[in-house]
């Protein structure tokens, strides 16, 4: 073979595409140097045309040695016949410290597995000397579904910025006791769920990043949302007076800051007994991830929120253990665990409140590149490339995220440990969660460092939904996968068959005539919004207010806006309701009477917002992530918009509290 025939045959074997369709239809070609470039980034040497020809030669030579699949994706609880190449011994290993949970020999060419529990276990085959150990996926048919969760076939919920909610007694950024009485009052209006942005660690060192996409980590949360008046021994917050449009994040920042470690001196001081072993067992239940985690923030405090710039020996979490224990790792162990039980309590109040679902939280794509999740887990990180997206609906420019990805090889050999914390701590407080871009888990478009252009590898999408299942299950959560942009043939399909729901955005669902799809013609097994917090509100929609920003920017010339105009007067004309109000009311009872099975509705629109809460592609050229609701949330469960939103879902069959009078009327 030629040097470019073999490239590719290593490429084909790999995952990485030779080439991908773009949003107009057009193929574009991968280039070698991207193909290079991706293989590289697996963990695979390609730096000349011999280590591509010596790793095709390496990875052919150890598949035609190999028995079975390196992932083998079962049923849990039910027995499996596999058919190796050969006659081998096995031993299946459980997840939870290896204990034997079957083994046998291979007869008449089958391995027949008994009912397994639950777990990513380790099956072991060996015979003539040789061994090879194979990632057993043992998973639930399907994710928790609506009836499975007690809400019934048809729900709705609330969309709300977490940031952006303030209260008679918080005038910061919105906190967890503000997402708990925002619950409350959605509860009482007979809502199943209230979904918000992410709220995984943006990073104690990192006092710039305020965007909830950005994390430093997806596996713990944010301390900016801890409501530090509440704690014992904190400093009472100064009476800023009637809060702003935009949130004052740094004003915010050296208040709070000081008022978690006034508590956490206070805790140190005046903790009962109960309350040391109650954060002991929460330090043990972390493990090792929470340490890490902890250990970052710490070092962070003395040199930079981005460990790429550390000394050498403080780049790698095992280089740096020997740093855990001091006083500032206990206290950002100690921000997590109370960060925790509030978040915790807010999810048992908006169950309490009759919400079937409760938080439907936010899971991002990935995590900063220079952040704790990236240094903690660097042996499953794509090295070298940062994960973005090609021009698609969503921006025609494309985007890099400047995120860390998760590299298939790697996360393989890692058993998919990385990914299963990151999913159980995103689940531990949520009857839903939203998987944003979870097309990432078919294919990644990954963007190189040196300059060469963007292009896929394979991600084991059956292994990833199987993961998915298994902690869905454990933390008995249903799953929504925002599948917008250029979708795969069958991808929906198969994510569908695994039980999770798909997401159904109103502004995407047009026709060639400016008309918008009849909502019931749309997906059933999905959440349909007219929204979301990276497109424009309905009434900045309706207004054309993002047209607005387009040509302020540049974005769209002169030339352009006036078509641009033209088209949206067409859209503006097919959605039903004439008028904001009517208009509001009016495609929320589209929806509501719609096939899908779930309805979210923004609060943005609820409350009549025309501003967005992002405009992709900028960074300080528009208020992204700072917006304040105009309502404090005592006010906003009492709104009569809100109560005419409800009353919509009611009608439509679905209320939770409709549900209740049904079943009462029934007995």
């Known amino acids: 073979m030629t040097a470019d025939e073999t490239l590719s045959a290593l490429c084909d074997l790999v995952g990485v595409f030779p080439e991908f369709v773009d949003l107009d239809g057009v193929t574009r070609p991968i280039l070698p140097e991207t193909q290079r470039a991706l293989l590289r980034a697996d963990g695979l040497q390609v730096d000349t045309d011999r280590e591509v020809a010596e790793t095709l030669a390496g990875l052919r030579a150890e598949a035609g040695a190999a028995w079975l699949p390196q992932d083998i994706v079962v049923t849990c609880d039910q027995p499996t016949e596999l058919r190796p190449a050969g006659a081998p011994d096995w031993h299946v290993l459980a997840e939870d410290g290896g204990a034997v949970l079957a083994e046998g020999h291979a007869q008449g060419g089958l391995i027949t597995l008994p009912p397994l529990p639950s777990g990513v276990h380790l099956l072991r085959l060996s015979q003539g000397g040789q061994t090879q150990r194979i990632c057993l996926i043992s998973a639930p048919c399907a994710t928790p579904g609506l009836m499975e969760m007690g809400a019934g076939e048809k729900t709705w919920g609330v969309v709300a910025a977490l940031y952006g909610l303030h209260s008679e007694r918080n005038s910061g950024p919105g906190d967890f ?10 509860g009482a209006r007979g809502a199943h769920f209230l979904g918000i942005n992410p709220v995984h660690a943006l990073g104690w060192a990192d006092e710039g990043t305020i965007s909830p996409y950005s994390p430093t980590h997806r596996g713990f949360l944010n301390t900016t949302h801890i409501a530090a008046q509440d704690l014992a021994g904190a400093a009472l917050r100064p009476h800023d007076g009637a809060p702003g449009d935009l949130i004052d994040y740094p ?15 206070h805790f140190c001081d005046h903790a009962t007994d109960d309350q040391r072993r109650a954060f002991a067992a929460f330090c043990r239940e972390g493990g090792k991830a929470l340490q890490d985690f902890a250990l970052f923030e710490t070092l962070s405090e003395t040199h930079g929120a981005d460990w790429r710039h550390w000394p050498a020996d403080l780049q790698t979490s095992a280089g740096a253990e020997d740093r855990g224990g001091a006083p500032d790792t206990w206290f950002h162990l100690w921000l997590q665990w109370i960060a925790d039980a509030q978040l915790g ?18 899971l991002a794509v990935g995590s900063r590149r220079g952040g704790a999740e990236a240094w903690s887990g660097q042996d499953a990180v794509a090295a070298g490339v940062s994960v973005g997206a090609p021009p698609d609906q969503l921006s025609p420019a494309g985007q890099n995220w400047q995120l860390a990805g998760f590299a298939p090889r790697k996360l393989r050999a890692a058993r998919y440990a990385p990914l299963r914390q ?22 990644s478009f990954w963007i190189p460092d040196d300059g060469s252009p963007g292009g896929y590898i394979r991600q084991p999408f059956a292994p990833l939904l199987a993961i998915v299942a298994i902690e869905a299950q454990r933390a008995g959560t249903a799953v929504v996968g925002e599948d917008l942009g250029l979708v795969p043939p069958g991808f929906r399909e198969e994510m569908a068959g695994r039980g999770l729901y ?39 929609y309706c207004s054309g207010h993002d047209i607005d920003w387009w040509e302020k920017l540049g974005w769209i010339g002169p030339e352009n806006v006036a078509g641009a105009r033209a088209d949206r007067e067409l859209e503006n004309a097919a959605l039903p309701g004439e008028g904001d109000a009517s208009r509001r009311d ?56 809100l109560a005419g939103t409800a009353a919509i879902m009611a009608r439509a069959g679905r209320s939770a509290a409709h549900k209740d009078t049904e079943r009462e009327e029934n007995r």
């Open 422 to 443: 990151v999913l159980a701590q995103s689940m531990r407080h949520a009857g839903l969660l939203r998987i944003d871009h979870v097309l990432g888990m078919n294919r």
């Open 586 to 641: 009016a495609v929320h009872s589209a929806l509501a009477e719609g096939a899908t099975a779930m309805v979210a509705v923004q609060l943005d629109d609820v409350l009549d917002v025309r501003e967005a809460q992002n405009l992709p592609g900028t960074t300080h050229e528009h208020p992204n992530w700072q917006r304040r609701y105009p309502l404090p949330v005592e006010e906003i469960a009492a709104d009569a918009r």
């Open 502 to 540: 798909g997401y159904t955005v109103l502004q995407y669902e047009k026709t060639d005539r400016h008309c918008f799809r009849d909502p019931a013609d749309l997906r059933p097994q999905s959440l349909a919004c007219f929204g979301t917090h990276d497109t424009p509100t309905l009434q900045g």
């Open 345 to 362: 309590a807010a999810q048992s109040d908006a169950r309490a409140s009759g919400m079937a679902l409760g938080l439907y939280l936010d």
């Open 177 to 186: 006791a503000d997402l708990a009485g925002l619950a409350r009052g959605l």
């Open 251 to 265: 004003g915010h920042r050296v208040w709070q800051r000081t008022a978690l470690r006034s508590a956490w001196q």
